[in-house]
């Protein structure tokens, strides 16, 4: 049964859609990620959702409530609707503790101990409870300011790129806890982020958005296998185009090395990666520069060499 529904949200800026005809329906604990590279409106979606940003057009309703736009409420926003920025706001002179129990400071004393106690324990800081925020690190910090957000158990969390002001390390180990414990809370979540990796990571249905508009919905597997335009293909790797076939694509793992047979190029650039050398190739034909992936790590700059690849892992991509 839908529990938070989006209903055809459109919004411009100086006549420029930021988002136009956007429509989601969410069950209560489903947790979906949004990607779309920088300016494609997820962050002015994410504040029309949390009742922060007026919207030209459409409806946003909360479990039968409509959410009100600035326009039509005193106070903007909602308590049932959490928005997490990268630049989280922890209190400085207060503890962890301190900050995660700020919200519930009129609450019932014992209720609030509970409560943070709770939170301590699922987000894995009983041992930084005493700790000010500048003794921990981007990751943890952030992990404060999400439980501080979930104190006051609201209905929705949306997370707008809440990574990205942390190293790769504390990032992916904050997503891996954050994914075992967003699945257990009851919270609706909604992840924004320009990084398709980082979403996959965290949930098996994530949508794409290009230009305010999605374009595509499914889990990673529909995504990288049957990518709708050359956008979505691109989210997850570089495709190289074959010369004389249009919109005709291959992933830079689908292409075979051979010393004879195929399309000749030659290397002209090598990266060591951890699981392949990551070449470039120019092609001797048209003179396009392919990206090839080299498990076997043997080919070297200046080398010739022949690309072949098999028919169905052609992507056929229109646009
Ligand atoms: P994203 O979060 O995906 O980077 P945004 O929602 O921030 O995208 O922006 C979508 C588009 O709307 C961009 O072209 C951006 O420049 C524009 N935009 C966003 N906020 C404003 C604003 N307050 N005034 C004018 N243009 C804006």
């Known amino acids: ?17 930021a988002l136009s005809q956007f429509s989601l329906e969410l069950r209560q604990g489903e947790f979906i990620s949004i990607v779309g590279e920088s300016g494609s409106g997820k962050s002015t979606l994410l504040r029309i959702m949390a009742g922060l940003e007026v919207q030209d057009e459409g409806e946003v309703w909360l479990n039968g409530t409509q959410i009100l ?4 409420k005193l106070v903007a926003g909602y308590d049932e609707i959490k928005l997490i920025h990268q630049d989280y706001h922890l209190y400085p ?12 400071l009129h609450y019932d004393k014992a209720y609030t101990k509970a409560r943070v ?19 921990l690190s981007g990751g943890q910090q952030q992990k404060v300011a999400i439980a ?28 891996s806890e954050l994914g075992d414990l967003l699945q257990v809370i009851e919270t609706t979540v909604v ?6 990796d980082d979403a996959l990571r965290l949930t098996d249905q994530v949508l794409i958005l290009q230009k305010g508009k ?3 919905k499914g889990n990673s597997r529909e995504l990288c296998e049957s990518p709708k335009s050359r956008y979505v293909a691109r989210l997850f790797s570089p495709i190289n185009l074959i010369p004389d076939r249009m919109n005709s694509f291959l992933r830079p793992n689908d292409v075979r090395l051979r010393s004879k047979g195929g399309l000749l190029g030659h290397v002209v650039d090598s990266r060591y990666l951890v699981h392949y050398n990551s ?12 990206e090839v992936d080299d498990p076997s790590r043997k080919y070297q700059i200046t080398d010739r060499v022949y690309l072949q690849w098999d028919e169905e892992k052609v992507m056929v991509l229109k646009s």
């Open 69 to 72: 736009n600035p326009k039509k």
């Open 1 to 17: 049964m839908t529990f938070y529904s989006l209903q055809n949200l459109s919004k411009s800026y100086q006549n420029k859609p």
């Open 117 to 135: 106690e709770t939170l301590l324990k699922q987000f894995g800081l009983v041992d930084f409870r005493d700790r000010f925020p500048r003794q």
């Open 93 to 104: 002179n207060s503890t962890v503790e301190e900050n995660i129990a700020r919200p519930l």
């Open 214 to 216: 999605v374009i595509q």
């Open 148 to 175: 501080t957000a979930l104190v006051i158990e609201p209905e929705v969390l949306l997370l707008d790129e809440p990574f990205s002001s942390l190293d790769t390390i504390q990032k992916h180990q904050l997503i």
């Open 191 to 196: 992840f924004v982020t320009h990084d398709l």
């Open 279 to 290: 070449l470039r190739i120019k092609l001797k034909n048209g003179g396009e520069i392919w």
